[in-house]
């Protein structure tokens, strides 16, 4: 059974003017790290959106592990965690009562959160800092506590929108392995990204969307025999995206 | 491009942004969203008309009063020193916030701006928030005095020139203040405290000006120096005016028309306007850019915990409402705009009401009739039923007439996609947000009812009644702020003032909180013109307002469960 399910999902902006996400239907499987890639615009952080609740689709159907977005909101929530483009986070907190209240509205246990939290903040290098207000922390830094606090509930499904950008080169690999380590366990794993080097590298299925519309999904293997000419994800992306 | 064209660019989007005219238009015309509130606005305004024709009504009656004893100008000082004092006390926050904590300086210090022309920019955004603030204050005691001394084409071309001048010297004095404030002191690493302590530091000094001025009004208790007074036309006006000059320039160049005192006046109005600001221009050149170095880090000390410091901070799971009200509790304390407006104001308000009461009872009389005290006194004397009413009606002012309530989904601001993917049910937040802003209504009503046994001797039972009430009609007030900030919350801004005092939720909910406590008002009256027992209509009142605190409750936690999803961050 798939963990996420979208089915003719559209939204659109300006009273229909802008068809921002247009008929799109895709699944990700158990276990699957699955790459959403598009040109700007092309409905990727809007997909995301109506995939974690924050959008409401104009029409179709999102299911997260077996829960429907719309019907049974909560539920779906609490088997997923987002991490947005922009850390936007409350500043005026530290880091550790920002976890805390992650923590407490996700119901995760104290030894659970111990660990998490302690695993997290040294791999990131937050340790020193956790008891500072967010608002002293770099751009980079606030990009950390987001995706230490969407770690913290050890969610079966976890959606980023452009983790990588902002990480240091040593954060964005540990975060790749992460990915990988999280996957491994069975969890599931669906972002957005512009790197093609890390879509191909890391992810089990990639889709690509344009203008609104999946114009191919499937593994690297499947992607490259769509065209027999490009042997890179790069060559496959800009051939599909070109108009 | 030329200074001049450079200036007027970067002013314009800087007034295009504070304004938010662009979204506005785009959300009016391109979206065709928020056309609601078109009408809305158009309401409320009609609404603030009979308010306003009382203002007039009261000023016309004060311009009679005086107008025999050739005082009649003192009305125009005091309108226009209220103004510019009102000028003087949001300034502080306008300035340090636009000058020093806005974000888009961060965009504008790389452009190939001068420092003056950014600071200029930033100033005119300014002044017209302070046009716009002042309004209510200034223009119905410039008018009505204007039509009541039948003031010609000189007055009312006068009057504009004034008010367009108006905000320049507090605001000049202000920026001189905060910008010296920022070069010298190391402060920028302590921005919270520095709102923080300048914002008491001006109402205090405000205060204090006001005592002074209340004890300058009335004349001394000696038969000669009311002669004095009387015999001397504007007497009045310039010991009014004497704490701040400008007021008196203002008065004499407005009422003075184009006759040769009033072109004096206003010449002299312009001309030291003109020097502040020019003054500051020269100013900001040498100090602005200065004071902003390093001021947008924040640092913090790095500190590693130990394993056991570690599990005592690692909270044990507290449940999700609480986690929420913890969330709501230390964001509204921590950030000084919501501080001040929130928790401060409750208790401000109750202190400032002590001190007039008090200060107007040490004065003697003879001050015009304004003598809080004892009028209160005189009414809390005459019907038990009055007291009881009249300290309900302050408690529940002082608790529920702030920003806090109507501002609680917008200080969010975009923040709110946290609240949004949280597995926590809409109507289960609402609740513990909820609670956080009745708990500082029921502050504000704590402190009132001190102040109240202070200065009015009110009896225990009289105390506890007033509060009684003054508690359920801060559910229905705090649950009404609360649906019309969630029916439209501001949550797209980079300033907290934005959230809170430029928030039209805040107006709105107020015009609201008016209309209900004139409701109820005439409820009462209705309830006492039947002739019914004290008890009978304070017990009739109390459930009353008990049904619609209920009610309204109910209606919130329904309106948070179907708005939620709606909201699109």
Redesign the interface.
Known sequence: MPVIELTNVSKS???GKVKAVDGLTLTVKPGEIFGFLGPNGAGKTTTI?ML?????PDAGRIVVEGFDV?KD???A??V???V?DYP???E??TG??Y????????????AE??ER??KWLEIFEL???????I??YSHGMKQKIVLTAALLPGPRVMVLDEPLVGLDPRAAHQLKEMFREHCDQGKTLFFSTHIMEVAEKLCDRIGIIHKGRLVACGTMEELRALDKTEQSLEGIFLELTEK | MSMISRLATVIRAGLRSNFGLATLKHRLFKEKKDRWLVPLIGLAALGVLPTLYGIVLLIKAAYLLLQPMGQERALLTLGLLAGQLLILLFGIYYIISAFYFSRDLEMLIPLPLRPSEVMISKFAVIMINEYLTVAAIVLPVVITFGVMARGGVGFWVNTALVYAALPIIPLAVVSVLVVAMMRFINVSRKKDILILVGSIVLITASLFLQVGLGRSRGPQANPEAIAAFFTSPDSLLNQVGSKFPPSVWATKAVAGGFSGEGLANLALLLGVSLAFFAGIVVMSEKLFYRGLVGLGETTGKKRRLTRDEMSRRVSSGRRAGAAVFGREWKIMNRTPIFLLNGVLVVVIVPVIAVLMGTMGSGRGGGGGGSDLTAILKTLTSSNQLYVILGAALFMTICGSLNGTSSSTFSREGAQFWISRVIPVAPREQTAAKFLHSYMIATLGVVTASAVAAIILHLKAVHLAAAAGLALVAGVLLTAVGMIIDLARPLLDWTNPQKAIKQNLNVLLAMLADVGILTAAFFGVRALIRAKLAANVVLGALFVGLAALAVLSYRILLKFADKRYPEIET
Do not use: H
């Open positions: 902006y300006n009273r959106k974690v609740g924050l959008l409401r719309a909101p909560l539920k929530k609490q997923t965690t987002y947005p936007a986070v409350y005026r907190l550790l009562e976890l805390n209240f992650i923590g407490d509205v996700y119901g995760v246990p104290k959160r111990l939290i302690g340790a020193p800092v956790v008891t500072n207000p608002q002293s």
